[in-house]
């Protein structure tokens, strides 16, 4: 969840290192670092903060050269200062970066305390430094990326790894096993990051390492040897992500103007894989008609925002392909048993392709008897793409605010493109000509429902005084409200939780009074009857209501209701179109607050550890 940026070349990196370091800050922004090799020696400079207070310390005290690494940190072992920030060193001759967690820390810590070394910090990712001096000594005439492969077998856990040597100024080494590491290639100067976002400028031509592996970079070229010390060939991708899609332009925060690209976001996810009402996905492989016709139930295992798209995907398998589907948070899943029904399709999603436990469930996973797997995931290249059958890519760009929007809509729209795939081929009587219409129509509705920003934004000085939220849904829209909770509380810090609307009476009800908003989404579906019980039960207790509804002429009236109007939609698109309002809502409120919308504290865009 930290990032890590690296490079060397014929100029002097640290510019290189610190508009790398901005572009990761979504990884993490509690403290950062950046070392460089300067007349054969390590320089470091290092604070408690963000990047920006690193490029202050930086103006007091400079540093030139032209092999380096740097970090950006989310605190993990040991309080966010100056101590614990990376990189660490050994001796002044050792210069590592780290993100990951090394969970036999203590034991590696103990024997180097027992060998003479002294540690400076509260992190686990010092130890690696001193472990790597330590092996190198014992066997001086080795190469270092020999004793740097010794380093990496003696470590439990997840880590990518950048390393510089003082003995060796003119290299630089990467290690990866459960943490992304790529490697950006130039023009006589070569990169290493864990997000190839921060080296856009700098190039095109990426290389992603595979777990095991070690690269050794110098000026003139690389070598990259697997777990085994073997050397190895690894493919180079072209990205074709641009400088400019990673730019915040003229938004105020990533945040919003992610809010505002998903009607572009959804429609270049379904672009070339709808046509003349048939679904393809030939992109998939041969199989994939078979795979899905076989296919007797659905096993999703997702986290966060992407879990809350699989419960919404969960309703279109089961009513439109008639296949029994669970959904799992993957952190829960893979620490149980788990009974695999036959000819069961395994779905995993994620935005970055990287998530540590929704990997690990892919991991597990596939030692059982799965039909196939099949992910849904916005980065081509990505560990869940590569190690997955199958996967259904995203086309949201990237995506920088911690909090997601683009990511989720689109894998609303990928799921879908899945679930009436499978109908089809099922002959199940799906609603085809209604899904077709809906979907050719939705980025037009999702502009409309962005056009309601401004009413949005002063409906959101009514919770900015608040200290909690209860958002309510049924049936599909339940994991949406689910999902406007979840957004509430990680941007505004306002403690918001989710309950099917039904379930009012077995708890929540117990928390409404004046002071608590409640949200609730209400479509014009077979349960806005129900919903607008539920909307009296709470009114009946002095609650106050937020009610969005393509039927607020239906709505119950009362002074503690406020209506919000929607646009008339299908069924079919409601859960995509009633997140935006969530989304802008949740954005507004945090605006009003003065948070920090696309960092909030404590948490990071991707979590790549457990």
Not at 318 to 341: F, T
Not at 443 to 464: C, G, H, M, R, T
């Amino acid at each position: 969840m930290c990032g890590i940026v690296g490079a060397i070349t014929q100029r002097d990196v640290v510019d290189i290192l610190l508009a790398g370091l901005h572009r990761l800050e979504y990884r993490g922004y509690d403290s950062a670092g950046v070392a460089v090799i300067n007349d054969s020696e390590i320089q470091r400079v290092r604070c408690k903060g963000k990047v920006a207070d690193l490029e202050g310390a930086l103006n007091k005290s400079p540093l030139t050269g032209t092999v380096g690494i740097a970090h950006t940190r989310w605190a993990t072992h040991g309080v966010p200062n100056e101590k614990n920030a990376h990189p660490h060193t050994s001796h002044q001759k050792i210069a590592i970066v780290h993100n990951g967690i090394i969970e036999n820390n203590e034991e590696l810590k103990k024997f180097l305390l027992e060998k003479g070394y002294q540690f400076d910090s509260d992190t686990d990712s010092e130890a690696i430094a001193h472990l790597i001096d330590y092996e190198w000594g014992q066997s001086p005439n080795e190469t270092l990326a020999k004793a740097i492969q010794k380093v990496a077998k003696r470590l439990d856990g997840a880590y990518a790894i950048g390393v510089i040597h003082s003995d060796e100024p003119d290299r630089i080494y990467a290690v990866r096993h459960g943490s992304p590491l790529v490697v950006g290639l130039g023009v006589g100067e070569y990169f290493i990051a864990s997000d190839m976002l921060a080296l856009i400028p700098l190039t095109q031509q990426f290389i992603y390492l595979e777990d095991g592996d070690i690269a050794d970079i110098s000026k003139e070229g690389y070598t990259i040897f697997n777990k085994d010390g073997v050397e190895v060939e690894r493919e180079v991708t072209l990205s074709k992500i641009t400088d400019q899609s990673a730019d915040r332009g003229n938004y105020r925060h990533y945040m919003l103007k992610e809010i505002f690209e998903q009607p572009q976001a959804i429609y270049n996810t379904f672009e070339g894989r709808i046509d003349n009402h048939t679904i393809n996905l030939d992109e998939l492989g041969s199989g994939v008609d078979d795979v899905l016709k076989k296919c007797e139930s659905i096993h999703i295992i997702a986290c966060g925002t992407s879990y809350h798209a699989g419960l919404v995907a969960s309703h279109w398998f089961e009513e439109w392909a008639g296949v029994p589907c669970r959904v799992d948070i993957a952190s829960e899943q893979r620490y149980r048993r788990n009974i695999v029904p036959k000819n069961s399709l395994l779905i995993t999603v994620s935005q970055s392709g990287e998530t540590a436990d929704t990997l690990a469930a892919l991991r597990n996973a596939m030692k059982q008897d799965y039909l196939s797997s099949l992910a849904i995931c916005n980065v081509d290249g990505s560990s869940l793409v590569r190690e997955s059958d199958m996967a259904l890519l995203t086309k949201a760009g990237p995506e920088i605010g911690v909090a997601s929007t683009k990511a989720f809509t689109t894998q609303l729209a990928a799921f879908m493109l899945i679930a009436a795939k499978m109908a089809d081929l099922k002959k199940e009587p799906w609603p085809k000509d209604e899904v077709f219409l809906a979907v050719g129509s939705l980025p037009q509705i999702i502009n409309e429902v962005l056009s309601l920003d401004e009413k949005i934004q002063i409906l959101a000085e009514e919770f900015v005084d608040k200290d909690h939220a209860i958002f309510l849904g049924r049936g599909a829209q339940f994991p949406l409200a689910l999902e406007g909770a979840l957004k509430l509380k990680e941007i505004s810090y306002i403690h918001a939780e989710a309950y099917p609307a039904g379930e009012l009476k077995h708890g929540p009800l117990a928390l409404v009074d004046k002071q608590m908003p409640v949200v609730v989404l209400a479509p014009n579906n077979n349960v806005f009857d129900k919903i607008c019980s539920n909307i009296r039960e709470v009114e009946a207790r002095g609650g106050q209501l937020y009610v969005f509804s393509d039927e607020v002429d239906q709505v119950p009236e009362a002074d503690s209701i406020t209506s919000f109007a929607l646009p008339k939609v299908s069924n079919v698109i409601a859960p995509i179109v009633y997140t935006i309002p969530m989304q802008l809502l949740s954005y507004h409120v945090a605006v009003l607050k003065g948070t920090d919308v696309d960092r909030p504290r404590n948490l990071a865009k991707s979590v790549t550890v457990e």
